[in-house]
């Protein structure tokens, strides 16, 4: 069974930073580009991030440019996002997803994390 | 960027009854390499998006063909023969062909 697992959310000031990981298992990590995606209160979902199976290729969305970074360890079956600089606006359920050949973007989700940006 | 609008944002509907949503894009989404990646997916309160439709109208493993997409270019159509109380939720879509997006979300009751 595909499962995909988030950690690492919470409430943290505005400026500050927190790291999210994303434990996959059940299928061949190493084989599906992997993304971020999150979801403000009542708002419509936001793609975030993208890196290749390699991890040699990012992309961001530019709401989050400069500031989030993702990266990922196969070894260890991982995915991760470092995020800095944190405003208000990304407060928001985070979700790490799979990417998969043939069309199949955001195939795979996983629960969500709560991220809360709040002094 | 490209801007996904959905409509109806809300689609009161009885058992048994189809439904059908609506979803434009402010740009083509033919791809280069010929595809055009349209996505729909169910989210359910309480839980994460769930990939219903790729492709346009490709459906994924363990959707019940009750489910369907349709469309070209700019213009896409998810429809549900009949309605099931278990489809209760918000339905979005989004495209791939560029950095994806997503719609504004339309949400299906039961009438």
């Known amino acids: 069974e595909v499962q995909l697992v988030e950690s690492g959310g919470g409430l943290v000031q505005p400026g500050g930073s927190l790291r999210l990981s994303c434990a996959a298992s059940g299928f061949s990590f190493s084989s599906y580009d992997m993304n971020w995606v999150r979801q403000a209160p009542g708002k419509r979902l936001e793609w975030i991030s993208y890196v290749t199976t390699s991890g040699s290729s990012t992309h961001y969305a530019d709401s989050v440019k400069g500031r989030f970074t993702i990266s990922r360890d196969n070894g260890k079956n991982s995915l991760y996002l470092q995020m800095d600089s944190l405003r208000a606006e990304d407060t928001a359920v985070y979700y790490c997803?799979?990417?998969?050949?043939?069309?199949?973007?955001?195939?795979?989700w996983g629960q969500g994390i709560l991220v809360t940006v709040s002094s | 960027d490209i801007v996904m609008t959905q409509t109806p944002l809300s689609s009161p509907v009885a058992l048994g009854q189809p439904a059908s949503i609506s979803c434009r894009s402010s740009q083509s989404l033919v791809h280069s390499d010929g595809n055009t990646y349209l996505s729909w997916f169910q989210q359910r309160p309480g839980q994460p998006p769930r990939l219903l439709i790729y492709?346009?109208?490709s459906r994924f493993s363990g959707v019940p063909d009750r489910f369907s997409g349709s469309g070209a270019g700019t213009d896409f159509t998810l429809k549900i023969s009949r309605v099931e109380a278990d489809d209760v939720g918000v339905y979005y879509c989004?495209?791939?062909?560029?950095?994806?997006?997503f719609g504004q979300g339309t949400r299906l009751e039961i009438k």
């Open positions: 492709k346009i109208s």
């Open positions: 989004m495209q791939a062909t560029h950095f994806p997006s």
């Open positions: 997803a799979t990417t998969g050949g043939g069309g199949l973007n955001f195939c795979y």
